[in-house]
């Protein structure tokens, strides 16, 4: 327990705000030393909460700041890249929000300073690999009790988007946590994808396109079909079974009181169970265990956790999605060489 | 399939009808000849309907008709014991619903006469041991795959009763279901009950007890907790799950559709599966399977069902429990020596 | 009750004398009268379990004689067309096991002949329709309570194939269950289908594909996903859910019995709900309510289950699966009109 | 977050040395400054693991340490009484893990100790109050939704007991969270109680009752049943329904990952729930959270978990369940009157 990690934030936003507390008051073995926002105002706040040191609006600074060991990156998704990339330019530990980048291109670049650098120092948020019921799943897929994976049924739904919300955001900042996680549990990689087109929600008429459905194959041949709304739906409700050759496993809802009654004397009785409306509420714990395992790799040495090219491929397999709307056609997920460092 | 068993009913209410439609439209091996009712011109309608004789309401005279066979007694409560009296006087198959008796020395009675007899003819219409659910706990508890049994936690919550209900009635006619499926599925005979004077819902201000809590204990020392909800309940919901040494079994809830919504949009979403308010509904295939185990027990020429002596013995517990209601004390449930007819 | 419908049945395989006790003991309103088969010893031995007549292998002279007015066949699958040929020369009632014939050629000669007749007398084996989880589900698909459907995502799989199975069976003789029920509960029409080659089952090395993914496409756009597994599975499981714009339902795993133990003391205790391995056990009260019906309606004189039309539209579906696979794309599915017969 | 508690421990052993590690890793505004245990090695290793003071088995000087400013006794049970006593000797804060004492009169002693300072200085370590499960059952039963509260049905089944371990234990070590939590959720007092002399487990052979049954009736009426199951179950299993007027609550079982598998060809398949064995692992969540509010309560000035007079009224509560074994008779639950500091 003798070191303490010193960190630094960039992005003081809801996300930024709720790291910052996870680290100050949940995670051992690390602080939090500084933090900073485009919008100098939030990072002052959330400075003067904790007593620590607030560079404003100075990103670049704070990330430069000799006391900082390693960035927390929670700035608003197109400014991640050039954050990990000033971060690696002192060949800092990074923890950035997912996506990676907004395209293959920054992600491959990212790499590239890591090999470079020769160690990967970039690990990537996709919390869910921390959830006790994925991460069940996995180990009971990697056991082989019930054989190999053959499918993945997985939805993803949600109850309202922001403002300028668009369809490709769909795949690249919704489906994005589906496309991570299969290929996790399946330790497989992507061969092609398909955006399918399908009948849409009359309650969606804000421009974009909901539902979705993503199909996926992997190099193995495993299919996987992710349903995704957007918004509109009844709660937000996370599902996923994986179909192996002797059984199958299934994420379990979280734990909730189940209460049988007639709510409403009009109505008819029921056994009726919970389902969650706020997305941050259902990995919650998740998130902790998350930036308690990468405090903890960091101090050891080495991340274990999703890194650069778990970010990088999750990225090009959303860019296929989004090319292959409206094709009725599997587009290629075409990833360069898996680079040594990252098997 | 040569057999044809030429059943007469007595009392064409609604249980008794709709016996009448299962015997002729769904139970193999058997055919309703006639039919009388206390109310002739219920008789004379149901008769109509199939195009059989109508005894109007000389049931008796129904009973002696040398073309009856069989005799299924469907009439009020109070009227069972001389009826089935009756029937037995020409020793005649009869089927009769709960209970056999309004006490226990017309229990004793009937059993006498069939020991003159020297055969069961009389079946109790005890229909929940026909119930899938219940007969896989009994095959089960009886395989020894999870050890001895127990103890019982039940509970039978109704939405409603009829006028002129009493809290005793909460024991003879709603609780007598759980007084005979819990010996049977233990195998065992019951050695002391109580009623406990429980905390009373406040939508319960009819002048009857509810709910009431009934207490068992069997001869092997077994322990039975039944919740007894004879009104103002949220729906007709039966539940039953046995401890044994080494596992529980439960009773399944009914085959219902699972929905996952929002039903409205000030109140929260959730996974609902609806539960039923009609008890006629909840046992209905049980009802089927009844009936057609026991014709086909009795043109095979021997009852196999709930015989005079189950009749009894939820007769004898039923009182027990009525005669120790707030005396917070174990009233003992003192049977004759069963005889060996019944064993 | 008056009347008695006459039924002759083409073939006394499983199937056949299963629905030859059904409608001797549980269908009100029918009562068979002549047996055939193929295989003349298999109609002389039910024939002669119910003492009615057997026209050995004289399928042909069963159905032209004047006592039968309705004609059940359950004969092996290449024969359905011809015998269903044969019963409409005579204008007679005909319900037909699936598939109502190998091709779609086929099955528009069927429909050519009834328009013809001008009168639907053709009812197709799709049992399904008539179980409660299904219909139920239909019911609130189509009360719009939970807004209109989107997706449907299915599974079927199965423990076991007899010989000679081939990759095609497994969409006209599995997956055709599916077919039909799918556009019954959406009350829609394929647009194009496509059946994905995904990662093998190890299990399966008999020769033919398993599992295999079928996608359909709807006129309104709705997207299905059916898996299916014909063999090696660990038992036969049947799962379907219906997504629509407000909520989503699910048909229920068939009542049984939770129990909660420790099966084995090397092993981890679990709660335990049993899943089926025999496949005529799943539907087996939706063949009775299907016969029933079909009979009520036959006596009423206007089928009201699935249509020859419905067979037909099964078996063009099927097609275009099994013509898409390999193509990695959706296949029309090319109908004639919808006669206004079928309407 | 400038307050920063600091601790002593008063016991290493199993829950101590998670307690330490809880504090010092997982709790905010909290530190554990020193340790000590009966057995000083313990103490030591522990003070090592952190780099803080031991005291080995000098726990009254710790206790008197000035810079301790709050005791967390779990030390062995019957060394609780005089642990508190001496943590109010200093009047500092003090977290006691259950029972608070051995027995009535140790408990009032506490109460009128505390009552002469004039605060709430002792925390009772019933965790099980900080389940989200129970918490979220105690919120809608609280919220009135469904109603009064009527009933409680609750089990709490155990795999093994340590040696020495007699039948009362299984009231006063087992049972005592249940004694805790029912009281807690209905907002009532206990009447009187009974236990049960119930048929025993041939597996249990070891010279104590296993299972035990506890009855009991609360001021309100409310009545209680919990099943007591000390070892030799199928696994760690805590279940509670609360029946209200309108409606039931259910504590959930924990998040677990759901299989349909067929575990060994030779056996059926089945959909299966993994139940835990160790009970460390049930409540691991509360256990974090229970001292998560402790610290900020204690940080804030007045303690808000269960108090002196909760540890007092379970601990009551046992003695008369205790002292009805084998009398067939419910026994009063006689306390002194509830002081105004506690109400």
Not at 11 to 27: N, Y
Not at 52 to 60: E, L, N, P, V
Not at 298 to 313: E, Q
Not at 320 to 333: D, E, I, L, P, Y
């Amino acid at each position: 327990m003798d070191k303490i990690l010193k960190i630094g934030i960039v992005g003081c936003g809801a996300i930024g705000k709720d790291h910052c507390r996870r680290i100050m008051e949940t995670v051992p073995g690390a602080t939090v030393v500084a933090v900073s926002d485009y919008v100098a105002a939030a990072a002052d706040e959330t400075a003067a909460k904790y007593g620590i040191r607030s560079y404003g609006s100075d990103c670049k600074g704070m990330i430069a700041d000799p006391e900082v060991e390693a960035v927390v990156i929670t700035s608003i998704d197109p400014t991640h890249h050039d954050y990990v990339m000033e971060t690696l330019k002192y060949e800092k530990w990074c923890f950035c929000e997912k996506p990676l980048s907004q395209n293959a291109k920054d992600c491959e670049e990212i790499m590239a300073r890591e090999l470079e650098i020769g160690k990967k120092l970039v690990q990537v948020g996709f919390m869910r690999r921390y959830d006790r019921g994925y991460a069940e799943m996995k180990r009971i897929i990697d056991s082989g009790e019930i054989g190999a994976p053959l499918l993945i049924k997985a939805c993803h739904r949600n109850v309202s988007q922001g403002p300028g919300f668009k369809t490709e955001n769909g795949i690249t900042n919704v489906a994005i946590h589906e496309l991570d996680i299969c290929r996790w549990l399946l330790g497989d990689e992507y061969e092609d994808a398909q955006c399918v087109r399908v009948r849409q929600s009359s309650n969606s008429n804000k421009g974009y396109d909901n539902p979705q459905v993503v199909l996926l194959r992997t190099k193995k041949g495993c299919f996987i079909d992710v349903e995704v709304q957007v918004a509109d739906g009844y709660g937000y409700d996370i599902q996923c079974e994986v179909v192996c050759e002797n059984g199958t496993v299934k994420l379990p809802d979280p734990y909730a009181v189940v209460r049988r009654s007639r709510p409403d004397p009009a109505k008819d009785p029921g056994e009726t169970m919970p389902i969650m409306t706020d997305w941050k509420e259902r990995f919650i714990e998740a998130y902790d265990i998350e930036l308690i395992n990468w405090v903890a790799s960091v101090n050891a040495g080495a991340i274990t956790g999703p890194s650069a090219w778990d970010g990088y491929v999750a990225c090009v397999a959303g860019d296929a999605c989004n090319a292959s709307r409206g094709t009725s056609q599997f587009m290629k997920v075409e990833t360069i060489e898996k680079p040594e460092l990252y098997k």
